[in-house]
């Protein structure tokens, strides 16, 4: 049996999909659905893993390398920032050389920074390797929707979607759980060293069970300057969100980059009319369900990133669970997911998916206010009842988002439309937390000078209420070695109940935030050309 596919399509949505010639769908796994689908998803858990796992390993890195705090802040930042510049590039290159092969190199050069990390020596070498894990990471996730999108049929492409929208719900919200284990009982190079046997179990599948599928109309050449402008515009733009909170939102820093992104971004799009093949033909917003799509998915990440940041402070911090416990609080969350995208897939095969992209948004909102209503003393069920109804609300966003996305683009463009899904994602987390933080940073501010005064603390100076008003934003109290039990008993009510006035304000921004893409959601509708990858192989 061959390995490459070519499937005869203009993406147009109205003509019949193309049957493979060289492929031989009863004979042998190569090309099959659900084993490719088993296959890009041990990759793509890799990836969503370490998303968040690694936030449980900083500590004992720092410790171990004498990093300091900005030093292990980028071990985060310079991951991100490949991720999130090189995602819908990396997508481009799928289409071109074919998703199998994109895939491939993806899974390899992940796992092997992976491994570079664990046997790194100092912080540079982590922070190094780390921006290749994002640059391999960005390869991987565009291709493994584009691997989707050809290999199944549009009756079962939603089911499919739902199941990966899964194993990255789970794998996101199961990274403290396993980096707390990992951290605890082995060491923190553990958490990098994982990811070297995950991604030969991925590479072996991969090359037992992937097709290759490529559109007879895939770009042959490379918009190169347009790759420049959209990779230079995405730069300053996450630079700016992830500089804000250290330099400030009135910083003329943080404005030159946040205008110098818009340039860019403006620039591009010019480019992109005038090259014969561009990088992101601006045709492909034209159709609105896409647009109103990708939208969805920036609003859905701030609103679920940005307020769930707060949350594992909140454990963490006010409530005194360590990391285990505190990602164990989270199951209701990680389980509704886990249950609900495959059921969510189903349900917008049958109902398409507007009413349950907008009921999930809804739910989202409604989860969002309620974690507004939390306390320093709520106790686990209630919290429990937010966070279920929270994965319940995402789960069907996460696979009609993705589902509306690619559907909507032409086959050959489906790893362009993979990268846009993931790096609206990626931005709107970032915004999320980058908004909401400084949300949290300026209720903080407000309140704690008033709440301090008024618990008769003694009075701080500028400096030292600076450096208080920056531990009170994560929920730890500034107490001083030899302060007396009963100051101390004080410092912390104030400082948990200044954070939770400020937990609670970014909240409900959150659930504003939801509730508008609600509304959004109501543009969206099924995938035109998601017959054109009418997959090979039987279901």
């Known amino acids: 049996m061959t390995s490459q596919t070519t499937i005869d399509t203009t993406g147009s949505g109205d003509k ?13 796994l190569r090309g099959h659905p659900w084993f490719t689908l088993i296959t890009v998803a041990v990759g793509v858990m890799m990836v969503a893993l370490d998303g968040t796992i690694v936030a449980i390993a900083n500590p004992a890195i720092q410790k171990d390398l004498g990093a300091t705090f900005a030093q292990v802040q980028w071990i985060t930042n310079g991951y991100f920032l490949a991720l999130a510049v090189s995602l819908i590039t990396a997508g481009k290159l799928g289409d071109r050389f074919g998703h199998r092969q994109t895939f491939l190199i993806g899974v390899v050069g992940f796992a092997a920074a992976s491994g570079a990390i664990g046997l790194s020596s100092s912080i540079g070498l982590v922070v190094t390797f780390r921006v290749f894990q994002g640059l391999f ?10 691997l989707l999108r050809a290999t199944f049929p549009a009756e079962k492409l939603n089911m499919a979607i739902g199941i990966w929208g899964m194993v990255i719900g789970a794998s996101t919200a199961g990274g403290p759980i396993l980096g707390g284990v990992l951290v605890e009982h082995v060491n923190w190079q553990s958490v990098f060293f994982i990811n070297v046997p995950v991604g030969i179990l991925a590479v072996v599948l991969g090359v037992v069970m992937l097709l290759d599928h490529r559109a007879e109309n895939a770009p042959r050449s ?3 300057l347009g790759i420049a402008l959209l990779s230079a515009a995405m730069f300053c733009l996450v630079w700016a969100l992830i500089k804000a909170p250290e330099w400030g939102w009135g910083d003329g820093k943080t404005w030159a980059f946040v205008v110098a992104s818009v340039a860019g971004f403006a620039l591009f799009a010019f480019w992109e ?13 034209r159709s609105v369900p896409l647009s109103a799509g990708v939208v969805l998915m920036v609003l859905m990440a701030i609103a679920f990133m940005g307020g769930l940041f707060f949350v594992t402070f909140y454990l963490q911090n006010v409530h005194g669970m360590s990391p285990i416990d505190a990602g164990l609080h989270l199951l209701p969350l990680t389980g509704m997911m886990i249950v609900g995208s495959p ?13 349950p992209l907008a009921g999930g948004m809804a739910a989202t909102a409604i989860a969002m206010y309620g974690m507004s209503t939390l306390e320093t003393d709520t106790g686990s069920a209630v919290m429990s009842l937010w966070f279920a109804l929270l994965g319940l609300g995402l789960a069907p966003v996460m696979v009609g988002a993705t589902e509306v996305i690619v559907g909507n683009a032409p086959m050959e463009l489906s790893g362009v439309a993979g990268g846009l899904q993931q790096a609206a994602m990626q931005i709107g987390g970032s915004l999320g937390t980058a908004v909401l933080g400084a949300v949290m940073a300026s209720k903080v501010d407000s309140d704690l000078p008033v709440n301090w005064k008024d618990a008769g603390l003694p009075e701080l100076t500028p400096a030292q209420l600076d450096q208080a008003s920056e531990a009170v934003q994560v929920g730890v109290p500034p107490v001083q070695k030899g302060t007396p039990e009963a100051v101390v008993t004080k410092i912390t009510d104030v400082a948990h109940d200044t954070f939770i006035s400020g937990m609670s304000l970014a909240s409900l921004v959150a659930a504003g935030v939801a509730f508008v893409a609600v509304f959004v959601a109501l543009l969206t509708k099924r995938g035109e050309n998601a017959e054109a990858g009418a997959g090979v192989g039987h279901i």
Not at 16 to 28: F, N, Q
């Open 273 to 285: 009319t005038k090259v014969r093949e561009p990088l992101i033909p601006l045709a492909l917003f």
């Open 343 to 355: 059921l969510a897939g189903a349900l917008i095969t049958k109902l398409g998916p507007r009413v």
């Open 16 to 28: 019949a999909p193309a049957t493979p010639s060289d492929a031989t769908p009863d004979k042998g």
């Open 137 to 146: 990471g960005a390869l991987l996730m565009p291709a493994a929707l584009g």
């Open 222 to 224: 490379f918009d190169l």
